[in-house]
């Protein structure tokens, strides 16, 4: 059988291994738009403050090893279901029997400008490299980024450990708002402006401005801030072009049935560019994530396969550590019953709704997060439990955060 993967994230690398530990004879081919080996992107920040290669999560001889043709630079730029075959930005066309689509996401960027040369991002590892160079070689000492979730406070930690003066703006009225509550992410906030970021909230960029090269941002307000470097962290949006005269069905991610089928006969779609039902609520949406995309990939596998295995839904979760205190956050932030313990700089909030947990946030000690994660996965009545919940030695020594957490 011929497997081509398009994308050699964490879903294109998980689907390939999984197949591969089930099917030593399928040809597999893996394509790649960027120049690079696999890599994680959660490890890049610190790949450019500690110079840890730990964001190439997988060794130079990966490849070979697992019995993957692997094509970097290649972009693929048409989908033919019919024809069961791709068409290359070369105009190669490559057959194959079994398709899967692994293409994540990019920067989305809905400000008037958004285009313009020397308007960076962090989406890619070429992206971090161009931004990291312009502080190396001493020509960006201030910096102005646009947004702030998680992806844009990853980036102004990063640029003030490069010893960079940073500008965030968010128009919202808190830090990452998809995954934060307002209590903690004012803790967030505060963490950050303690690190020199001067994050201004409730503050709307217009357009990006510069001539011919971005220089700054015109604010809702009329004001005009400037810098050195001008970054957009403002979300992602599915890689979705090559899908555009393909027929498959997409409408904000790639539509998938529960073994990650997608409209199309043989073809499998997993990470970032799918939409999923959420494991918790059962609402189908983006879900943006590390973990997501290895658990799909691995679905995914199994399914090229023959095993016929069901896709159980996706997580909500994130954490921050560069922050000098770790938060993390997973789930839902609203739910008809909230436990709180505050101790010290410790924050532990749990969201229950119908006795069972459906998210939690941890500021500080964040020791109980694996068994809460546990709890929640398995839609645990936790009503026995609930006086226990908030006890600080709750969940102690459990591993299984530290094991979801391991691929940074
Ligand atoms: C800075 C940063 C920090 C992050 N931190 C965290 C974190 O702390 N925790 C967490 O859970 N998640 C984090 N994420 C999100 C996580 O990295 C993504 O969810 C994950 O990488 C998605 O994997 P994927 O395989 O679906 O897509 P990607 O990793 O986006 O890989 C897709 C690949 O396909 C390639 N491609 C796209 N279109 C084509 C084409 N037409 N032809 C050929 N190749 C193509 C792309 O260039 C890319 O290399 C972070 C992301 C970033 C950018």
Redesign the pocket.
């Known amino acids: 059988m011929k497997i081509i993967i ?9 689907a390939a291994e999984t197949v591969r530990s089930f099917d030593r004879r399928s040809e597999i081919s893996m ?4 120049p ?1 080996l696999p890599y ?3 490890a ?2 610190d790949h450019f403050i500690f110079h840890t290669d730990n964001h190439l999560w997988r060794s130079a001889d990966w490849p070979v090893q697992t019995g993957v043709n692997y094509l970097k630079g ?4 048409e989908i033919e279901p019919d024809a069961h075959q791709i068409r ?2 070369s105009g190669a066309k490559i057959p194959y029997d079994k398709l899967v689509i ?5 920067l989305y960027a809905p400000v008037k400008g958004a285009e313009m040369p020397g308007v960076y991002n ?3 590892l070429s992206a ?1 490299e161009s931004i990291v160079e312009k502080v190396r070689s001493g020509q960006a000492r201030s910096a102005l980024i646009v947004g702030a979730g ?2 844009g406070m ?2 102004a930690l990063l640029l003030r450990e490069l010893g960079v003066e940073v500008t965030q703006i968010e128009m919202l009225d808190q830090v990452m708002a998809a995954m934060l509550d307002a209590e903690t992410a004012a803790i967030a906030v505060a963490l950050m402006r303690a690190h020199g970021v001067d994050v201004r909230l409730n503050t709307k960029a217009d357009e990006f401005i510069g001539n011919g090269k971005a220089r700054g941002v015109r604010l809702e307000s009329g004001e005009l801030l400037t810098a050195d470097l001008v970054i957009a962290a403002t979300g ?1 949006k599915p ?1 979705l ?2 899908l555009s005269s393909s027929g498959i069905t997409f409408q904000r991610g790639i539509i998938v049935d529960n073994q990650l089928r997608t409209s199309a006969p043989d073809v499998f779609a ?5 939409e999923s039902p959420n494991l918790v609520t059962g609402e189908t949406g983006l879900h ?7 658990e ?2 691995h679905v995914v596998g199994m399914n090229l396969a023959g095993l016929q295995v069901r896709y159980e839904g996706a997580e909500r ?5 560069h922050l000098g205190l770790p938060i993390m956050a997973a789930g839902e932030k609203q739910g008809d019953t909230i436990l709180q313990n505050k101790t010290g700089t410790n924050l532990r909030t749990i969201y229950l709704r119908d006795k069972r947990i459906v998210g939690f946030q941890l500021v500080g000690d964040i020791g109980a997060a694996g068994v809460l994660h546990a709890l929640m996965a398995q839609k645990s009545d936790v009503s026995h439990l609930e006086a226990r919940l908030l006890d600080p030695g709750f969940g102690e020594g459990m591993l299984v955060w530290n094991a979801i ?1 391991s ?2």
């Open positions: 398009i994308g050699a994230g964490p879903a294109g690398v998980t394509l790649t738009d960027e690079y994680s992107p959660p890049m920040a290649v972009r693929v730029v290359l930005a692994a293409s994540g996401a990019r962090f989406k890619s971090a998680f992806i990853e980036i992602v890689n072009d090559l997993a990470g970032d560019c799918i943006a994530i590390f973990p997501n995309a290895t799909q990939g979760m994130n954490s921050l550590k957490q691929y940074t």
